[in-house]
């Protein structure tokens, strides 16, 4: 079945120790996104690819980065990790931009 | 912020009764979205309504969307255990700029 998949489903780090989140899909679609969600809040846009072309968040920290490499794969990195970058990391798809977006599980991601 | 807002907060219905959540958004769109979120999930597309769109049915689904009001109602008819989740709108505005703002979401309980 065409899907989202993130990995890992829960990461603990270590505060200041980098780490990296990832998605693939199957869908071939030409949108990624990546999301921030904190508890009992909305999903909040970090930065997104259309194909290749990165957009990010104005409000979005440059301790966030993100690696597009091909079609399928998508990484989320944070350089510096603080208490505030606990959260659950969604990844999302979409076959036409502004359009539905397939979702993964997301990766939670616990900082000590 | 453009980010929509959703009312109620929560609701807790008996199963079987109907469920109705509002959304409302701040700039004109071009698509509005209803996604699901099982708790420590993922979101879950459920349905899609076009600005030139009234309503819209899925199954038990039933969405409403007033751009003069700038709001939109989602109806979950004859509501089950399984319906329990949260509930975010998104809308795709219509600057053409590829993502979704989401709603602050409603968190709905069916109890048994």
């Known amino acids: 079945d065409a899907m989202v998949i993130q990995n890992p489903r829960y990461q603990v780090t270590q505060f200041g120790k980098p780490v990296t989140l990832s998605c693939s899909q199957t869908?071939?679609?030409?949108?990624m996104y990546w999301y921030q969600q904190k508890s009992s809040q909305a999903p909040k846009l970090l930065f997104h690819y259309y194909d290749k072309d990165f957009n990010n968040e104005a409000d979005t920290p440059d301790n966030f980065q993100s690696r597009r490499p091909n079609t399928s794969f998508c990484f989320l990195d944070i350089r510096s990790p603080g208490l505030g970058d606990a959260a659950m990391y969604l990844c999302?798809?979409?076959?036409?931009?502004?359009?539905?977006?397939?979702f993964g599980p997301g990766t939670r991601l616990l900082v000590l | 912020s453009q980010q929509g807002e959703e009312d109620p907060q929560a609701l807790s219905i008996q199963e079987g009764e109907n469920a109705t959540m509002n959304c409302s958004y701040k700039t004109s769109i071009n698509n509005l979205q209803w996604y699901r979120q099982n708790s420590g999930r993922g979101l879950v597309h459920l349905i899609l309504i076009r600005s030139n769109e009234r309503e819209k049915h899925s199954g038990r689904l039933r969405v409403t969307l007033d751009t003069s009001k700038k709001s939109s109602s989602l109806l979950i008819t004859a509501s089950r255990a399984a319906d329990t989740a949260s509930y975010f709108c998104a809308t795709e505005s219509n600057f053409g700029n590829e993502k979704l703002t989401f709603g602050t979401g409603t968190r709905l309980t069916i109890i048994p």
């Open positions: 869908l071939n679609h030409n949108v």
């Open positions: 999302a798809t979409s076959g036409v931009a502004g359009e539905t977006q397939y």
